[in-house]
């Protein structure tokens, strides 16, 4: 590994040389020689320095972004030879969208590990269109969206269904009824999730397959608050059905299908195209899939 790269981006990422040489154990005067190697190699100023912070150049934000995906490289290329003659084991990075990540990943994760030990995963919970990014750019293993994505430099697989349905308050009118109309929501006050979300997709499209355009629209940017905005009697909302069901045991929550307009998206996991995959990566997808047949995605 190039540790001076290793260094650069860790400076890069701390913002402090302090904080890099205490996360990489060494000294400061040791992260000091290795900017200073990388800035006269390449002839140019990487880094602006101060007492109180430090910060990217131009040429500093090129090798930042090309020294993460050599870094990310460096390590798959080290795992998959590894497994060769060992168990898989060590980290396995996973980027989730909200709806997955915060509802049914967890429960999954707890019974992988207890069959897989030695896999550590490290879970990070993104919007999709982040998650397809970090993917292109290797610093990801796998990524679990929702809905529609495409990408010619992804595999992307859907593995088990998601129901998004219409979410009102007990108060609300609408909570006397099972079903209604998409035109009769154009007065309501919809709050939805920002946009970049599979949520916010699925519910554009829509939107736009039947030519509505409601009054007022409100962007949040997570479930739990567009819940609570809803409970409170802020205006009405689409979630995934797993993201509610506390609230519709608690009935704190009335939900609505909306007439001629099922709202049934996929849940996919994402990965890219290549022949070899660590081994970590390919026990957790077949432990996904036969984990989708259970009655948690039901």
Same mark, same amino acid.
């Given at each position: ?76 290329? !080290?795992? +998959?030879?590894? $497994?060769?003659?060992? &168990?898989? =084991?060590? *980290?396995?990075?996973? %980027? /989730? #969208? ?105 519910? !554009?499209? +829509?939107?736009? $397959?039947?030519?509505? &355009?409601? =009054?007022? *629209?409100?962007?949040? %940017? /997570? #479930? ?75």
């Amino acid at each position: 590994m190039d540790y001076h790269l290793l260094t650069f981006v860790t400076v890069a990422e701390k913002k402090n040389f302090t904080r890099a040489a205490e996360a990489l154990h060494i000294s400061q005067s040791a992260v000091t020689l290795s900017i200073k190697v990388l800035e006269k190699q390449y002839e140019l100023k990487l880094l602006d320095r101060s007492n109180k912070y430090v910060r990217l150049t131009k040429a500093g934000e090129i090798l930042y972004q090309h020294a993460k995906q050599i870094l990310s490289l460096y390590d798959r290329m !080290n795992r +998959l030879i590894d $497994e060769l003659t060992h &168990s898989a =084991s060590g *980290i396995l990075t996973i %980027g /989730s #969208s909200y709806t997955f990540g915060e509802y049914l990943l967890p429960r999954i994760i707890s019974e992988f590990t207890e069959e897989f030990p030695l896999i550590k995963p490290n879970i990070a919970i993104r919007n999709s269109h982040r998650i397809i990014s970090q993917l292109l750019r290797g610093e990801l293993d796998l990524g679990i969206v929702e809905g529609i994505v495409e990408n010619p430099k992804l595999h992307i697989q859907p593995f088990a269904q998601d129901e998004m349905v219409l979410i009102v308050s007990p108060k609300h009118p609408l909570a006397l009824k099972q079903e209604v109309e998409l035109h009769d929501l154009k007065d309501e006050t919809w709050i939805i999730r920002e946009k970049g979300s599979a949520t916010r997709q699925a519910i !554009n499209q +829509l939107f736009s $397959e039947n030519n509505f &355009s409601p =009054s007022e *629209i409100r962007s949040f %940017g /997570s #479930s739990q608050i567009i819940k609570e905005s809803v409970e409170a009697g802020l205006g009405i909302s689409i979630l995934s059905i797993h993201t509610i069901r506390k609230e519709m045991e608690l009935k704190s929550l009335h939900t609505l299908r909306i007439k001629n307009n099922p709202m049934i998206r996929n849940f996919c996991y994402v990965i890219p195209k290549t022949d070899l995959q660590p081994r970590s990566v390919s026990l957790f997808l077949s432990f996904l899939e036969n984990y989708s047949t259970l009655d948690i995605f039901v």
